[in-house]
């Protein structure tokens, strides 16, 4: 490419790093601070060899622009402004990426991006995502666990994501879910399917291959720390021993997935060099699709830094509330911190406790929707089962049946309300809570809970009276200690 092509790439390129490089930057702290996304550092030094590997098949093929691509960069950055305003790294870690993706596409036009199509699609494996599949997975390897004690006639009780059998006790906490193996042999599937297949359907049920092996080779990881516990009287199978049988374990199953690769890989099509149909777009249109992509850029960084003002004059006028300091009642463990006020109270005359907390939406610390936040104490509970409930005034709760070693029992229902709107699902709670910041209007926002290690869902509805704004909570034959 000539020198003028390169220039007219720069800016859009520097334009994209001066826009989302908060989001970039919260992005590879996330891959810092979390095992589970280690992988992705490897991400952008893999495309970068899938470009250079692809390099002599496009020196034939003429850089050209598409109008399309610069369009579609609006709705990324809207996505971008939605995840900036409902605090959702996900939304900004997708947009910043797919942003990317298309300005390249817009500068180098539809010829080039055919070229390259796998490793501009590859970047999408940089965002960290798959974290709400951890609790699911952690079932899986519960019952999967079981079922092959089971098959080896072990005796075992299981209570949630608890395991006992003769000798000792197990549990299958968030680090056994197998989340770790499971995206990097996801990840790492799609570039043996791109490397070794040339036909859609081998590189489509290679992948599934890739996602569903590494699940149930999880589960019978956890058998086999189960078995070594078992067998040795728990003197193995825990720390250091449990570390290494999963790193051993995990490079085991690598080897399967890439030997299962070469198995039935297709030998590499040639890629024929036909001159290129496409036409060479003037001068003009180039810089027009250029300085297309700056204005949405400088639009969105103009709309962001007015919600940052917003979010700063608000929040400085709220009187912020203190804390109220709740008494430890029971060991249920849940916490939001930050809250601008919160309160916990017994109810049912002693069978039950109720928790409240309230955010402001534009306050600097803490948020209603939050991995800091708990609703209850994962260090002692764990997840049985999870179900939606409808509350006498129409609201959609959500009732959790959570274990602890003990084996007792506890059962949680709560929600979340944006103002006037209340619901249990969190996304439902941020989009609301973005769409009044993106308006810059003030809003409050608060997580409702009531734990029962007595009550049913019926019993604990029927003490539950919600007032018509949906944030005078009452509880019948209540009383506060």
Known sequence: MSDRIEFRLAIPVIGWLWLFWPSLSNMVSVWANSKTYEHCFL???????????ERNAVKSVRPSISWTAAAFLIFSCLL????RAASIGLFEHIAAIVSLQLLLWAVLGTAIIRRFWFPLLYLLFAVPFGESLIPKLQIITADLSVWLL?????PVYREGLYLTIPNGRFYVAEACSGIRFLMSSVALGTLFAYLQFSKVYKRTLFVAFSFIFPILANGIRAYGIVMIGYFSNMEYAAGADHLVYGWLFFSVVILV?????????????????????????????????????????MSAALWAKQLEQDRLQLSDQQNRISQTQAALLTDWGISFPSAEHSQRQSAADGKAEFYTARYNIWQRDGELISSSNQLFNKDIWSVDASQ???????IDAQSMTVSNAKGSRMRVVYWYCVNAFCSSNPLAIKLVKASYRLAGQQGISDVFAIASTELSDNQIKDIIDVGNNKHKVTLKNSHQR
Do not use: E, H
């Open 43 to 53: 991400v952008v030094p893999i495309c970068l060899w899938l470009v250079w590997r």
């Open 80 to 83: 971008w402004l939605l995840g």
């Open 150 to 154: 089971n098959l080896s006639q072990i």
């Open 257 to 297: 997935i890439f030997f299962t690769a070469s198995l039935f890989s297709d030998p590499q099509p040639l890629f024929s060099k036909r001159p290129n149909q496409q036409p060479v777009a003037s001068s003009r249109q180039a810089w027009g699709v250029v300085g297309m992509i700056s204005l949405i850029f």
């Open 388 to 394: 939606p409930v409808t509350l006498p005034s129409g």
